[in-house]
Antibody, heavy 119, light 109 residues
Framework: EVQLVQSGAEVKKPGESLKISCKGSGYSFTSYWIGWVRQMPGKGLEWMGIIYPGDSDTRYSPSFQGQVTISADKSISTAYLQWSSLKASDTAMYYC????????????WGQGTLVTVSS | DIQMTQSPSSLSASVGDRVTITCQASQDISNYLNWYQQKPGKAPKLLIYDASNLETGVPSRFSGSGSGTDFTFTISSLQPEDIATYYCQQYDNLPPTYTFGQGTKLEIK
């Protein structure tokens, strides 16, 4: 069974750093792109970027380029999303999702990680 | 950048009703259009890929159609468990971009 399990909720202060994780299982982790999607409170879905764990090839949405870093450790089947200096506007639910090998859709999703940034 | 315009933003319908949601792209996207369902407090779930293909395990009351710039998502007979927000999503490969529509919140009347 394909599963993406994300790390737990985080509460941080502005200016702090953070790295959240997404662990894949039940499939060949290195053979599928993993994407990250933001959902701000009460809002819609926004695509942030994508990584191919096999070789760490990473692409970012222009809206998020330079704001976050996406990485992966294929030895432990885990993808990451990190911030070096959080802002209150980073408060959101963040989802990882597996990109289908057949086309541009996301066929399996993590449960989400809620990040709250507040002073 | 390709913009996706999804309508309506909210919709109230009765059990058994036929429900239709539309998504319009700002330029031709062929059939590169997917539909997701997001129930409250849950992650999105893929329902339809490449405009009209039903994801495995998804009930046949869900369907999609369209190509080019205009797309339609239909629930043929609304069920209580279909209460959710529905999103369209387009994709392009070069460079990889994925754009979601604004979402349609579906409620039971």
């Amino acid at each position: 069974e394909v599963q993406l399990v994300q790390s737990g909720a985080e509460v941080k202060k502005p200016g702090e750093s953070l790295k959240i994780s997404c662990k894949g299982s039940g499939y060949s982790f290195t053979s599928y792109w993993i994407g990250w999607v933001r959902q701000m409170p009460g809002k819609g879905l926004e695509w942030m970027g994508i990584i191919y764990p096999g070789d760490s090839d990473t692409r970012y949405s222009p809206s998020f380029q330079g704001q976050v870093t996406i990485s992966a450790d294929k030895s432990i089947s885990t993808a990451y999303l990190q911030w070096s200096s959080l802002k209150a506007s980073d408060t959101a639910m963040y989802y990882c999702a597996r990109h289908s090998a057949l086309g541009g859709w996301y066929d399996y999703w993590g449960q989400g990680t809620l990040v709250t940034v507040s002073s | 950048d390709i913009q996706m315009t999804q309508s309506p933003s909210s919709l109230s319908a009765s059990v058994g009703d036929r429900v239709t949601i539309t998504c319009q792209a700002s330029q031709d996207i062929s059939n590169y259009l997917n539909w997701y369902q997001q129930k409250p407090g849950k992650a999105p779930k893929l329902l339809i890929y490449d405009a009209s293909n039903l994801e495995t395990g998804v009930p046949s009351r869900f369907s999609g159609s369209g190509s080019g710039t205009d797309f339609t998502f239909t629930i043929s007979s609304l069920q209580p468990e279909d209460i959710a927000t529905y999103y369209c999503q387009q994709y392009d490969n070069l460079p990889p971009t994925y754009t979601f529509g604004q979402g349609t919140k579906l409620e039971i009347k």
